[in-house]
Every structure is written in structure tokens, then in C-alpha cells.
């Protein structure tokens, strides 16, 4: 569940693509590659640290900190369980679809306009739900059951072992995929366009702020899943070296996935004769019309490396959401376990049917308008802003030396005061700016042309409803032990 390994998910094909490819390929990769640098390496050690310092789940970490503080580690969580897990959930849903459609490799010939019309049946507006899609419901009700499965039995570790075989597999399809694209003609303009910084967008602050949320996803920053994770560490683990690993192979990853999805794309628009920013439509589609093509045209089992592609692909969204429902799990019963005798099954059961019931929206014709909307402003309002008040509270009131004193106490390769300054000045210095920036570039332009009603509702007043939510489970009291160790930071390493 927690592996380092099975950190890779959808972000890594799904998102990634997309993102990369709305805004403008080389254009993206240059702040995308320094988001990683200046706030994803930093931000994934400081969570290490914070989750394997104070043992507990996010809430309980901040609890420990401070009681004032206890609102952010239940946000976390709150926001994705209650906000990207919804859709997240949906699209793990899609890859079962895909999978089962890859034995007929139903898209045909025009991947676009099956996966829109025949498969969405996109709707005409946000408002304008156009029913449930049967075939998308069944798959999502399943992936729920299933992650309700894995969480109720604990069969995490059955997932960790899955795990162990489908992304090393997953890599490798994917390899197969960019071995073959580039030899397609046209594939080398995609490759380049994909390469080739442009820098006439490159200050173009909105790209800017898609790469910072992009690595926040899928690095899965902000989410409490790493605090969460680095709490169950044995007490001598290598905390800079797990997270520098998980950092970089993560993003290499997507970089190298992203040879396969520019290869089509430059194949396309050379068939087309279009330009390859014309050749697909723009927004969360694309990875399931491009990898349908790039199937499509290999010269043999297609169909057989379809269904391992996407099946791979639904192993590893099923481990991302396992992940998060056992953080927010771990985070209910850290608080609320003894005293309200509440058990892992029960609080599994309840949260997994509120998933379920939540993801409906997602499966029905207008599910693709309101993930795109909820996605844009949860990444950058939700884990944006998260990750800037953690720098901040890590930084400032836990004192970013006495966490780096800890981690280095552990790590192999030590951390020097640069590490310090990125925690409390730097990093929280480009977030904020990236955050004020962008918001007052919502109210100049609607994202997306959506109307504005619906980003007001679906958009701010989806994270207002998270903020009350996370704000209300901090009032009731811990039991008194379970802060104890709070003033004694100095010792609470030696307990396990
Ligand atoms: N890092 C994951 C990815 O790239 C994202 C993720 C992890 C996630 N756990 C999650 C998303 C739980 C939603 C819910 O796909």
C-alpha cells in the first residue's frame, strides 16, 4: 500500500500527459523539472521526517505540534478522500473499461471520438448531468468494492506484492510503447515539441503553477499519505535516501512515458497534417485517446498488450487509493479508536461507501467537465496551499533545524542549512506567489470558459466544504496520552 514503489499511478500517465501537453510540452518540462528541485524533494523529506518523527498518522503529527495546528493534517487527507479520490476513483474505473475494450480494441479507427462520444457520452455543459453512463458506474462501483476489500481484509501487503510485479511491468510496457512510437513517422516533431523549452510560454505563470500541482499529485505531497506512510518506518531508516529515490524515480518515470504519448502525438498530426497542438483536444482525455492509438498501432498483440497496459495501469491506481483511504483511516482511528470504540472495519466500510457515493457525479455525460473543475482547483488551492502552510508550520513553530537534526540523526547522506532555508523561506515564498497570483488570474479568466457559477460551486465552495469538514473533526479533545509525547521531542524517537 505504502511502497515506495507503488508511489507511481495514474498522475504518472494520466495526468502528466495532459498537463504536459495543455501547456505546451518543452514549455512545461523546464518548470516542471525545478518544481521537483526546489519544492518536491524538499517537501517529500520534510514529510518523511515529520510522519516517522512523531509516529502518527497526519493528524496525530500536527496534533503533536501543536492542537492550533491539528486542522491541516486532517485537511489533508479530508480534501483528497473527499475530492480527488471521488474522481481518482473514476478514472481507475476507465482503465478497467479500457482494459476490457483493448480485446476488440473497440475505439477503432478514431480514438477521440469513441472515447467522447461513445464512451463518456460527454454531455452539453456542467449543469447538464445526461444520466449515468452504465459501463463507467459498474467499473467504479468495483474499484470501491475492491478497495474496500483490500482495506477491510488487510490484504495491503497482497497489493505491495501486486505491486512489486505490475509496475516494474507497467515500465516495461510503457519502454515497449516509446521503442515503437519513435520510429513512427512524424514521431520525432512530437518528440521535439515535447523537448524543446518555448520559451515565449515559459513565463507564462500558469504553466508554471500546473507543474508545481502536478508535482504535488504525483508525488502525492500535501496528500497525509507520506506522513502517514513514513509513521509505520523502523526507527533506522534512511529517510533523505527514501525520499530522494522516491522523488526522482517517480518523475522519471512520467518523463519517460511522456516519449511515448509526444511519439503518437507527433504521428497524428503528421497523418492529419495539422499542427500538434491542434491534433487532440486539450483537458483529461488525452491518455485514453493516445495510448488506445499508440496500441493500435503496434505491428503485433495488440490486443494482448492492451489489456496488460491498462490492467497494469488499474493495479497501480488501485494501490494510490488504498493508500489514501488507509491514511485517512489511520487518522480517524489515531483520534477517535478507543473512544468511540470504532474499528478499522467500520471506519473503512463508511468511508468507502462515501467514496462510492461520491464518485456518481463523476460516471455521469457532464463526470468529465466536473473532474476537471474540482481537479484544477483542489491541486492548486488544495495541495498548493497545503504544502505552503506545512513549510510553514514545519519551518517556523516545529523549527526546521530540530526536524533536519532528526533526519540526519537517521540518513546516510545529511542535510545542510539549505534545507532549512528552502523550508521556511524559499519554498514558501514561490508557493505563496504561485497561490496569490493565480487567484487573482481566476477572476480575470474563467478557467477552462466554464460558467462561473459552476467554478465558484464545484471549485471554491468544494474547498470551503473540505476546510469545515477537517476544522470540525480537529474540535473534540485527544486522549490525554496519545499527545504525551509532545514535549519531549527529544526522546520520542525511541519509541516505537
Ligand atoms: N501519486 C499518485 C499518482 O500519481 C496520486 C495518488 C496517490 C492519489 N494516492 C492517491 C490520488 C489517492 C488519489 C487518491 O497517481
Redesign the pocket.
Known amino acids: 500500500m505504502f511502497g515506495s514503489r507503488s508511489?507511481?499511478?495514474?498522475?504518472?500517465i494520466?495526468?502528466f500527459s495532459y498537463m504536459c501537453y495543455d501547456n505546451g510540452g518543452g514549455a512545461f518540462l523546464v518548470p516542471y523539472f525545478v518544481a521537483l528541485i526546489t519544492t518536491g524533494i524538499p517537501l517529500m523529506i520534510l514529510e518523511y521526517a515529520l510522519g516517522h518523527k512523531e509516529h502518527g498518522s497526519s493528524a496525530l503529527s500536527f496534533a503533536k505540534i501543536g492542537r492550533r495546528h491539528e486542522w491541516l493534517g486532517w485537511w489533508m487527507p479530508v480534501f483528497?478522500m473527499f475530492g480527488?479520490?471521488l474522481y481518482?476513483s473514476v478514472i481507475i474505473g476507465w482503465c478497467a473499461n479500457f482494459a476490457y475494450y483493448s480485446l476488440s480494441l473497440k475505439w477503432g479507427q478514431d480514438a477521440q471520438a469513441f472515447f467522447y462520444k461513445e464512451f463518456l457520452g460527454l454531455s452539453k455543459g456542467v449543469f447538464n448531468l445526461g444520466g449515468i453512463r452504465w459501463p463507467i458506474f459498474i467499473s467504479t462501483l468495483l474499484v470501491w468494492i475492491v478497495t474496500w476489500l483490500i482495506c477491510y481484509k488487510e490484504i495491503n501487503h497482497g497489493i505491495e506484492r501486486a505491486c512489486e510485479i505490475f509496475m516494474p511491468a507497467l515500465f516495461i510496457l510503457t519502454l515497449v510503447l516509446v521503442i515503437w512510437g519513435v520510429t513512427l513517422p512524424g514521431a520525432l516533431n512530437g518528440i521535439k515539441w515535447y523537448l524543446k523549452p518555448d520559451f515565449s510560454k515559459i513565463w507564462n505563470l500558469k504553466v508554471w503553477v500546473a507543474a508545481y500541482g502536478q508535482i504535488f499529485?504525483?508525488?502525492?505531497l500535501a496528500?497525509g499519505?507520506m506522513i502517514t506512510y513514513a509513521s509505520y518506518l523502523p526507527e533506522e531508516s534512511d529517510l533523505v535516501k527514501n525520499a530522494l529515490i522516491t522523488s526522482i524515480t517517480?518523475c522519471g518515470y512520467s518523463f519517460i512515458a511522456g516519449f511515448a504519448v509526444f511519439s503518437v502525438i507527433g504521428y497524428m498530426a503528421t497523418t492529419k497534417g495539422v499542427a500538434i497542438s491542434e491534433v487532440i483536444d486539450k483537458g483529461p482525455a488525452l491518455a485514453f485517446i493516445v495510448y488506445p492509438e499508440a496500441i493500435s498501432l503496434l505491428p503485433m498483440l495488440n490486443k494482448l498488450f492492451g489489456v496488460l497496459f491498462f490492467s497494469a495501469l488499474l493495479i497501480?491506481?488501485l494501490s494510490?487509493?488504498v493508500?489514501?483511504v488507509e491514511a485517512m483511516n489511520s487518522a480517524i482511528l489515531d483520534k477517535f479508536g478507543n473512544r468511540h470504540q470504532l474499528t478499522r472495519a467500520k471506519v473503512v466500510t463508511a468511508l468507502c461507501g462515501c467514496g462510492f457515493l461520491g464518485s456518481l457525479v463523476f460516471t455521469s455525460g457532464a463526470g468529465l467537465f466536473w473532474l476537471d473543475i474540482v481537479d484544477h482547483f483542489i491541486t492548486q488551492y488544495g495541495l498548493v496551499v497545503a504544502g505552503l502552510l506545512e513549510c510553514i508550520i514545519v519551518g517556523w513553530v516545529v523549527k526546521a533545524y530540530i526536524l533536519r537534526k532528526h533526519i540526519n540523526e537517521v540518513s546516510s547522506w545529511k542535510l545542510n542549512k539549505a534545507w532549512d532555508f528552502m523550508i521556511r523561506i524559499f519554498t514558501p515564498a514561490v508557493l505563496l506567489y504561485m497561490v496569490g497570483s493565480s487567484l487573482i488570474g481566476e477572476f480575470s479568466e474563467p478557467y477552462g470558459n466554464y460558467p462561473v457559477a459552476a467554478l465558484l460551486l464545484l471549485g471554491l465552495g468544494w474547498i470551503a466544504a473540505t476546510i469545515v469538514l477537517a476544522v470540525a473533526v480537529t474540535i473534540p479533545k485527544w486522549e490525554p496520552n496519545k499527545l504525551k509525547y509532545e514535549r519531549r521531542p527529544e526522546e520520542d524517537h525511541l519509541i516505537v
Open positions: 508511489l507511481a499511478g495514474l498522475g504518472n494520466w495526468r483528497v480527488i479520490m481518482y499529485f504525483t508525488l502525492s496528500f499519505i517517480n497501480a491506481g494510490s487509493g493508500s489514501l
